[in-house]
């Protein structure tokens, strides 16, 4: 079987990113997938949620906002599934 990796591109929805990692978190995946949040620079706190509630998610911040391309590649280049899915939160 395929592992998944899921990218999640975010920035100030702190809110909105921790109740759909709360869904993710709900649903069955295999051991071998994965999930990595890309902060593009948020100033809400999201990057500390993320490491607080959900340790298990790969966390890339990123100082500054540097565009959904950049954090997708950022994303992408971290990840090491078969499959890999972008979600912009």
Known sequence: MSALSI???T???REE???LLSDLARLPFSAD???AVVDNGSRDGTP???RDRFPHVRLISRGKNCGAPA???AGAAATRG???V???D
């Open 7 to 9: 990218v999640i591109v």
């Open 11 to 13: 920035r100030d929805r």
């Open 17 to 19: 990113l921790t109740e």
């Open 33 to 35: 997938d994965e999930f």
């Open 48 to 50: 500390e949620r993320v």
């Open 71 to 73: 954090a997708r590649n």
């Open 82 to 84: 078969d499959l890999l």
């Open 86 to 88: 972008f979600r912009r």
